[in-house]
């Protein structure tokens, strides 16, 4: 049985796209695997803080010698990397903000980039930590941005590509409804989306 693990960055909840389209991946996996389990992690309501001086602090804490103060700092972080350890699949909406992602997507990977907990440096350079996950990136976006003249503008897609293959989450497919400010294109972005996703 699939466990899949729904990351929201959207705060524009049952109008979001990046949101709809996750869903319609969500069906897909459940087509493909029956019984497969949702949890859905929610960063608009969560509201995962930015990384200030006592995250940081705990995070090269040693955990015999963490403080009250230490343990309460890095709770946003522990639980999200659990969230993702229990996971077999993970689905990111990515509503596409100023060619890139949301603030709150930014600090989730901020609490989930741990050096020695989910990537780790030895004699053969970095190495992810994270491995057996299939990633899907469901990317909602008022511009098309996949090829053409815009395509240069796209700093979602490559940076969590990166970021998250650094962690070891190298198997990711990209899903998109784009286009949805322009006209005419708008009416269908989201059913083309929804009609591209593929689940392997």
Known sequence: MKKILHIISSPRGAAS??????????????????G??????????????????????????????RSPENLEAIRHSDEAIQEILDA????????????????????????IARAGVTFKYDENGPQGLIRG????????????YSDGPMQEYDFAMPYLKSVLGFMGMKDISVFRAEGASIPVVQE?????????????
């Open 17 to 34: 796209m990046s949101i709809k389209l996750g869903n319609a991946i969500i069906e897909k996996i459940k087509e493909a695997y029956p």
């Open 36 to 65: 497969a389990t949702v949890t859905e992690s929610n960063l608009a309501k969560k509201q995962f803080p930015h990384l200030e001086e006592s995250h940081l602090a705990a995070f090269f804490t040693s955990e015999e010698n």
């Open 88 to 111: 077999d699949i993970i689905i990111i909406g990515v509503p596409f903000y100023n060619f890139g992602i949301t603030s709150t997507l930014k600090a989730w990977i901020d609490h």
């Open 133 to 144: 996950k299939k990633v899907y990136l469901a990317i909602a976006s008022g511009g098309i």
């Open 188 to 200: 269908k972005a989201l059913e083309k989306g929804i009609e591209s996703i593929l689940i392997d």
